[in-house]
């Protein structure tokens, strides 16, 4: 897997004097990649400081901040805050092909999502239906266009999806029977979130 992937499978988040700080990848030993308040994402190496808080360590399993004189560690998918108001957020970034490919979790397992603004639903393969254990067979079915021409889907409620630090219940979406490609993470998803755009990164931060 590519270094820039391998890296985005660590989202989390700490907020510092105001600052919300998003660990968006991982140098055991060596650095930390972070993006505050939703910036571009840079590098800081061991001893250095951002938003007021030094990192200290960084391993396999996160890195480790001091905050107000305690170590604080940012593990993946946890979201460290001392802020009044937050709100969760998730750093997606482009692979080579341009295309932002992002991991989550539905109802609880994991799965791979292609962000796709155009798509008005979360779609799934029937084959990730199945592993999800989603019930689509007795589903109201509707017709969609693509690319290839219109096709047919069944419609159905997802209880939860989580991409990064955002986590969204009753999500309306689709099952496609003769579908192989990545799932969809479509407008029944994004619609909820504030979609910004920093080159090559795209952060997702929740309304309600």
Known sequence: MRIGL???????????????VDVVGLFPGKAAIVAVDGAAPRSIAIGESVAGQKLVAVDGNGATFLVDGHRQT?????????????????????????????DGTVNGTGIR?????????????????????????????????????????????????????VELTNVDAGVLDDYTGPALLGMSFLSRTEVSRDGAYMVLTRRF
């Open 6 to 20: 391998t890296m985005l499978l660590l989202l989390a988040a700490a907020t510092a004097q105001g600052a919300d």
């Open 74 to 102: 940012v593990a993946m998918g946890s979201y460290l805050s001392h802020a009044v108001t937050d709100r969760a957020k998730a750093i997606v970034g482009a692979d080579a092909r341009g295309q932002f490919m992002t």
């Open 113 to 165: 999502f292609l962000v796709d603004t155009g798509a008005t639903l979360v779609m799934l393969s029937s084959t990730d239906a199945a592993r999800l254990g989603v019930s689509y067979r007795q589903a109201p079915v509707a017709i969609t266009a693509t690319a290839n021409g219109t096709v047919q889907y069944r419609m159905v409620k997802l209880d939860r999806i989580k991409v990064g630090n």
